[in-house]
């Protein structure tokens, strides 16, 4: 479901510039930002570039089990 937010001038310039270097639109962007924020505060402990791993962690697509040969 989406709905429309109003948000500052500022924070949506601020996100076409990082969309852009990350290759996203601008909404996914903001989004992207939410969920490191949230993260962030439920875990205020875990640095940044573990938040990072945890979030390109869950984008991966599964593969599957290994199995041996």
Known sequence: MS???KLSETLVDQAKHYAAI???SVPKQIEYWSQ????????PDLPFAMIRDILI???E????EYQFG
């Not at 490191?36 to 439920?42: D, L, S």
């Not at 697509?61 to 599957?64: M, N």
Request: proline letters at 5%.
């Open 61 to 64: 697509a599964p593969v599957g």
């Open 22 to 24: 990350e290759h996203r």
């Open 57 to 59: 962690a869950d984008q």
């Open 36 to 43: 490191i924020g949230k993260i962030a505060v439920e875990n």
């Open 3 to 5: 709905i429309n937010v």
